[in-house]
């Protein structure tokens, strides 16, 4: 579509022109053309002219001003330089020849009897002819996605209209690189070799864009060429256009189609956020009238049918309790569309990528989720853990200062008593941050007698299942009390291994044993007696409780 100094030497005026210089550069756009009056005129040249002279401006330069000056209008990217000597200048010095050819330059000889507007006038018609024909072809492409847009058409629609517009396959990917649609299944699988963020021949698209060399995996590795456009939503999240050169490279008037397409898919990501935002609202105001067992049947149903929930069968729900490390984002971070406080938006990615079927909600800082499970299925939890291991590890991969703790319910056969199931997943989430630490999953199932200790409200009701031996240890005034403290807990994990005690506290065994023996003195503690050492795990457990109480109270 673009005028090239290929074009122009096709003019009939031109039969008889010779290329002296850059022959390989006569791809090189003709934006307009000019006659050189003064040697000053690489001051007001903007690039792409087309230069005609007779070098008379020149003429009294010596050989190495010459090449100054041929460097200077390389340096402006003129298109290339068109020369009629034989009136001034009886021969083109070699000079200016050589340096064309050194700053790839194209540089032209034409006859003396050629008048400069037997070019002029051609070139500067076949320039407007040019822009014509790309301002109506933009209108056209305009009036096209603009009609898909006001269509309420979906982005699937709108990949697909590109894609015959430029010939080649195009798909669509989310922050994460997973593929939300794509006009050829095999487009999707492939492994990246290099990128260029600069590349020539699309510098002109206004649209930030990326270049990459791909290996298709489903066609025996073949090697290809892509053009992949970040588009902008809300929140600086992003979404990748991406449109794989299989067929033909792209050209001018094909990259104002993607520039389009990738305005109509940024408006209609736009309003499907702010429609999921108000759809979320819903959900949310639905699931936490369902997990507080506060909605009737009835209502219940309507509403899920309503939405386009599934609530028939059996559901447990899991709890995502969220933290950072570091409140700090980095640069690479904002670059993909991690900003403070969109966390949440990260793992509810992850989740619905993982588990489609899931009923996602939130409330009280957690994310909730209803998952949908089959009763007849023994292992059921087992695939649960499983699942959610791999959403935390999709999440780690995106910000690994993010801190997840996940706590999981008991199986609810009707979703009309979820509510049971999410009070038992409240339990697992926080007995499971002192039994298991601060990123672990637990489940309701796993917390044995502590599941007894979540029906006490009260600290003092609490205290009292702490055996006298150890609080006698608690209520011990000396400077080394936590360290015998730590010494009991890793004592009795190690099932009374005093070496292997020794080793997990880094201090010598003879430490240890002394530390054992001190607890037995202060204590009266009898570790022969599995009765009380049992109690007394529950009580280390109970302070912890108590401990985190305080500190979650101040």
């Known amino acids: 579509m673009e005028f090239r100094v290929e074009d122009v030497l096709k003019l009939s005026s031109l039969k008889k022109a010779v290329v002296l210089s850059g022959e390989k550069y006569l791809h090189k756009v003709v934006k307009g053309s000019t006659i050189m009056e003064a040697p000053d005129i690489t001051d007001w040249l903007i690039g792409g002219e087309l230069i005609l002279t007779s070098l008379y401006p020149i003429r009294f330069f010596n050989e190495q001003e010459q090449k100054q000056f041929i460097a200077k209008l390389a340096e402006k990217e003129i298109s290339a330089l068109v020369i009629k000597n034989h009136r001034f200048v009886n021969e083109i010095p070699q000079s200016i020849i050589d340096e064309g050819e050194k700053c790839k330059l194209p540089i032209i000889q034409i006859p003396k009897e050629v008048p400069y507007v037997d070019i002029l006038y051609p070139v500067m018609g076949e320039i407007l002819n040019t822009q014509v024909k790309k301002l109506q072809y933009y209108k056209e492409i305009h009036d096209q996605f603009t009609a898909l847009s006001l269509a309420d058409e979906s982005p699937e629609k709108i990949i697909e209209t590109l894609e015959k517009l430029i010939g080649n396959p195009v798909a669509l990917f989310d922050r994460n690189f997973f593929c939300l649609a794509s006009t050829l299944p095999y487009l999707t699988n492939f492994e990246i070799i290099e990128k260029y963020y600069h590349f020539d021949k699309t510098e002109e698209m206004k649209f930030p864009h990326y270049r990459q060399i791909v290996k298709y995996l489903e066609q025996k590795e073949k090697i290809g060429h892509q053009i992949v456009v970040p588009i902008e939503t809300i929140n600086h999240i992003k979404t990748y256009l991406l449109i794989g050169e299989m067929n033909k490279p792209l050209e001018e008037l094909d990259f104002i189609a993607v520039e389009n397409a990738a305005t109509s898919l940024s408006l209609e990501l736009v309003k499907k956020f702010a429609v999921a935002e108000v759809n979320k609202r819903f959900k949310n105001d639905l699931l936490e009238q369902l997990i507080e067992g506060k909605i009737p049947s009835n209502i219940l149903y309507q509403d899920a049918n309503l939405i386009g929930w ?11 309790k969220i933290s950072k490390n570091n409140e700090s984002i980095s640069l690479k971070q904002v670059k993909r569309g991690i900003s403070k406080g969109n966390e949440e938006t990260l793992l509810h990615e992850a989740i619905y990528q993982y588990v489609p079927d899931a009923i996602i909600g939130s409330k009280s800082g957690l994310k909730v989720v209803l998952w949908k499970v089959d009763i ?6 087992i695939k649960i853990k499983e699942r959610v291991s791999t959403i935390l590890d999709l999440v780690k991969r995106q910000d690994n200062e993010i801190i997840i703790q996940v706590g999981i319910g008991t199986l609810s056969e009707h979703i ?4 049971e199931s999410y009070i038992k997943a409240q339990d697992a989430l926080e007995f499971g941050d002192v039994l298991n630490g601060k990123e672990s999953i637990t489940s309701y199932s796993e917390l044995g007698v502590f599941r007894m200790l979540g029906q006490f409200t009260n600290s003092e009701e609490l205290k009292t299942f702490i055996p006298p031996s150890l609080q006698t240890l608690l209520n011990y005034q000396h400077t080394n009390k936590t360290d015998l403290l730590t ?3 890793v004592f009795l994990q190690c099932n009374q291994n005093a070496t292997k005690a020794s080793q997990l ?6 430490t240890a044993v002394y530390r054992i023996e001190r607890i037995k003195e202060i204590t009266g503690m009898n570790f022969d007696d599995a009765e009380e050492m049992l109690l007394v795990q529950i009580g280390l457990k109970i302070t912890e409780l108590l401990e985190r109480e305080k500190i979650h109270k101040y």
Do not use: C, P, Y
């Open 310 to 320: 599934d609530i028939e069968g059996s559901f447990a729900v899991v709890l995502f």
């Open 376 to 381: 007849e299925d023994r292992e059921w939890l």
């Open 416 to 419: 009309n008593n979820i509510s």
């Open 487 to 489: 010494t009991l807990k």
């Open 505 to 510: 506290l880094f201090i010598h065994h003879k």
